[in-house]
């Protein structure tokens, strides 16, 4: 173990379109030592999120850019090392907001305790982390799905969508879930026991998501835009309502894709659509940590990573497997 | 005047594109009496709506298409002639869903009574009337703007946005509207008294939009999409609504045109865009009369109807006008 803190720092500012490696830079700083009030974590797990894809791009969003020269920001967890904060201790398992790095400060803001007798570490940055929270607040609060009806979910084999799919079902719903390729859809099925599962890489979207929502859609819960939109809004019914919480097809976009040309039906069938961000319920992040955990611990609720290997180094090509669907499972990189 | 009554029905369905006139066929046929519990009607202004459109054509939407043969739907005013129904009385001025024909039979449903003291008949097909109630439920209910925030709204001269841009300003908000051409900008600033106007046809959308909103916009009333919407959305708050009233900028459109292409503003900035049809409220529309009719009679509410002579033999072309941006105010044919 080396004395110093591998850093995986913004270079410059991608060109649109996938991300090239030398967006980034990685490089070996001082280990940093905390302040008063503050603690080190020595950082295990770092979640690969597609939100990333914006946070180093310029322009207008949610968040400010990730600076040049700045270490890339990242959800992560780890265990605390050395404290000067009251609440936190060494060995304490903790989530946060901690960045692309070995060794990170923190004052305890916005840092999540994490149970890992509940579930390992890793699974604190996935389906129980930031992801987890997504769904649930997400499906939950803008969703508002009602038993009997169908929802329905994009991108259902990763991260958040996996967890919005079981919380569907939880909650009474009819739960159809929209994935790559027949062995997410097998996973879908066979593993996290939706409803129907429909491989838009078929060819026949439209008809085989006909035919898996008899009833038609009331949510639809959004992670990739695009086609798979257009191809949805036609079946939602009457009040349907659409989080929309990615456009991972539009990220690496050179110029972004055409939006839905069936927008009429948002006004016919009087639609809702609405784009979250999970930030939005930062104080109320301890509800979904209570009822996933819960889920969780009862067996009702199934989480999956995709850990890689490779440390820090790996990181800038284990991201970008997030926009080709090359994971299977909340992508995590194990430091 | 003849003993028969004049009939616009619907002839075929129309090919997509503009409606031709053989779309449909004007014929007489006779008197209609009124059975027990009825009442006729003597239609004198019928409304043209870009609604329409929809109305004629087959696929799916929030009413049943009208039937080939049947006489074509539309909001219309008139005077009660005879009648067998205990609440209306010969001569009482009415408006209602009475079809583009000389005169209805009616069993009262969804008619409203109208205070012709008030202000003339014809106003009560147009900003009084159903454009009018659509402006102050879709703005109120689905906008929900609050007093100091930026209001824009598409069509602004139309029947529905000048509705929506002058109840903007009465409660507080900056109007902003979109119209084409500097004449009905004009009317916009001088007869509306809103903050400012926007030419979409002067070529410079995105800039004069951004110039008219310095605190950016937190309500698009949306009654045209296309283009406009695209332009509208980069520049929305954080949080910011959009009623989706009309697209009308698509409905004779041969095939749908692309859909937004900024729908990442939705995701980063939360936005909400929703969907609205007036018979939603249909049984709160005399919150609205009274409403609308309270700020029309103190002068608050302008109010401009373009009503075509020609009668019922002019319908097919006059409609047509509509998507054209051809009239000038809520579009009234004279029976």
Known sequence: ?????????????????????DVFSIEDGPI????????RVKIEYISLDPAMRGWVSDGRSYVEPVAIGAVMRGY?????????HPDFKPGDA??????????????????????????????WVGG???????????????????PGETVVV????????????????LKGCRAVGIAGGPEKCRYLLDELGLDAA???????????????????????????GGEILDTVLPLMNRFGRIPLCGLISAYNATTPPPGPRNLRSVLTQRLKIQGLIVFDWADRIDEAIRDLGKWYSEGKLKIREDV????????????????????????????
């Open 1 to 21: 173990m080396s004395n110093t803190n591998r850093q995986v720092k913004l270079a410059r500012r991608p060109a649109p379109g996938p991300l090239s490696r």
């Open 32 to 39: 940093p030592e905390p302040g008063p009030g503050q603690f």
């Open 76 to 84: 992560a967890a780890g265990h605390v090392e050395v404290s000067n």
């Open 94 to 123: 903790v989530q946060g907001l901690f960045g692309v790095q070995q060794y990170a400060v923190s004052d305890g803001k916005r840092v999540v305790k994490v149970d890992t007798n509940l579930a390992p570490l890793q699974r």
């Open 128 to 146: 129980l982390g930031m992801p987890g929270w997504t769904a649930y607040f997400g499906l939950l609060e803008v969703g508002q799905p009602k």
């Open 154 to 169: 994009s991108a259902a084999a990763g991260a958040v969508g996996s967890v919005v799919a079981q919380i569907a079902k």
């Open 198 to 224: 429909v491989d838009y890489k078929a060819g026949n979207l439209a008809a085989d998501l006909q035919a898996a929502c008899p009833q038609g859609i009331d949510v639809y819960f959004e992670n990739v």
């Open 308 to 335: 890689r290997e490779g440390g820090l180094d790996a990181f800038p090509d284990v991201l970008n497997l997030l926009y080709t669907g090359g994971n299977h499972g909340k992508l995590v990189l194990k430091v």
